[in-house]
Each structure stands twice: as C-alpha cells, then as structure tokens.
T-cell receptor
Framework: RKEVEQDPGPFNVPEGATVAFNCTYS??????FFWYRQDCRKEPKLLMS???SGNEDGRFTAQLNRASQYISLLIRDSKLSDSATYLC??????????????FGSGTKLNVKP | EAGVTQSPTHLIKTRGQQATLRCSPI?????VYWYQQALGLGLQFLLW???????NRGNFPPRFSGRQFPNYSSELNVNALELEDSALYLC??????????????FGPGTRLTVL
C-alpha cells in the first residue's frame, strides 16, 4: 500500500464551482500534512499546511481527519488559474523516517470557462 | 529572500555518461531533499541530506548519489546514465530536521534528458 494515495482525476469543473479533493495516508502516526500545487512542468509550490483544527486561506479550506486518516482540500469559486495538479504531502512520524516527506501522485484539476 | 536555486536548468547527456546536478537551499535551511519526477508521474524521493550527512535515501540504485557541502548546498550525481533517468530533478530545502511543521520549498528543477 502506498503511503499517500490520491485520486488522479482529472476533475473538470466550470468556473465558480466548488471542488473537493481527498487524500488518504497509511501511517497513523504521521504528524504534518500539506497541500502543494504543481503547474505543468514546474516545481511544486506550497499551497497550505493542514492543521488538526482545519484551516482556511481565502477560497481554500484544508481539513484533517485523523480517525479516518485522510486530508481534504476544498476550493470554492474556482478560477481558471486554479487549474493545476494538487499534491498531498505527509511528513513521516518520529521513529519512521522522521522528516521524510511522502508525496501523493497528485490530483489534476481543470477549471473551464 | 532568495529561494532554492538549481543548476543547470537543462542537461542533455548520452547513455553511460555521468550527470552532476547542483542545488543551493534557502539561506538558513540545513536540510536538502532530491526528487525525481518522470514525465506525467509523481515525485519519487531520492535522497535527504541534513547537516552534511545523508539521512535517508529512496529506492534508487547506488549509481544515484550525492553530497552536501559545509554551506548546505548539495550535489546529485547520476552515474552510468540510462534512458529512463530522463526526468525533472527537483531539489527542496527545509529549515531543520526534526521540526513538526517544517515545510519544503522547491527549486525550479533540472530537466535531464538522456539520449
């Protein structure tokens, strides 16, 4: 089983739509979680960290569900510029390659006019 | 503040040759990570250096190696290049090892093409 799993998509949505991605992780002791955005042939860029209480940054909301071992990313009022691949990242836990980052294979989002 | 830098941007080699890729982390960051991303695929973890030492490596053959210098910059060496080594090689740095909230910041990558 992979450490981090994501639906590869693509998710094709119209502008203004709300879209949500989920990501599951295998190690229940994982401590830190992140969402990155990667544009085609570019480097990943940090979108947001995911905190236990959930966090929001403008149109983006991230949630963590430790019991079910998944994190989610919600994008409201989608813009054309949101089209990208969204990577779920889980940081290893102490005693299990701590400081090793596990990347999901990404979920592709296409926002259409 | 300058971000993570990588050189060269593009590198073209032939099978059997050796490639050297370089990375300079964000100032103050001691951890450097290397990833391989083949076209259309996800990031595959290669190597992690911190404070000049290799801390972990991914499932890659020994011909992938590297080092970290006293100024925390890093070098990735790939020996005996094979066609399937063609990929985008990404370097990332983070503030320190062991922190719960340390985040990785990526450089623009080196695109290696093996002919």
């Amino acid at each position: 089983r992979k450490e981090v799993e994501q639906d590869p998509g693509p998710f094709n949505v119209p502008e203004g739509a709300t879209v949500a991605f989920n990501c599951t992780y295998s190690n229940s002791a994982s401590q830190s979680f992140f969402w990155y955005r990667q544009d085609c042939r570019k480097e990943p860029k940090l979108l947001m960290s995911v905190y236990s209480s959930g966090n929001e940054d403008g149109r983006f909301t991230a949630q963590l569900n430790r019991a079910s071992q998944y994190i989610s990313l919600l994008i409201r009022d989608s813009k054309l510029s949101d089209s990208a691949t969204y990577l779920c990242v889980v940081k290893g836990s102490p005693g299990d390659n701590f400081n090793k980052f596990y990347f999901g294979s990404g979920t592709k989002l296409n926002v259409k006019p | 503040e300058a971000g993570v830098t990588q050189s060269p941007t593009h590198l073209i080699k032939t099978r059997g040759q050796q490639a050297t890729l370089r990375c300079s982390p964000i100032s103050g960051h001691t951890s450097v990570y290397w990833y391989q991303q083949a076209l259309g695929l996800g990031l595959q973890f290669l190597l992690w250096y911190d404070e000049g030492e290799e801390r972990n490596r991914g499932n890659f053959p020994p011909r992938f190696s590297g080092r970290q210098f006293p100024n925390y910059s890093s070098e990735l060496n790939v020996n005996a290049l094979e066609l399937e080594d063609s990929a985008l090689y990404l370097c990332a740095s983070s503030l320190r090892a062991g922190g719960n909230t340390d985040t990785q910041y990526f450089g623009p990558g080196t695109r290696l093409t093996v002919l």
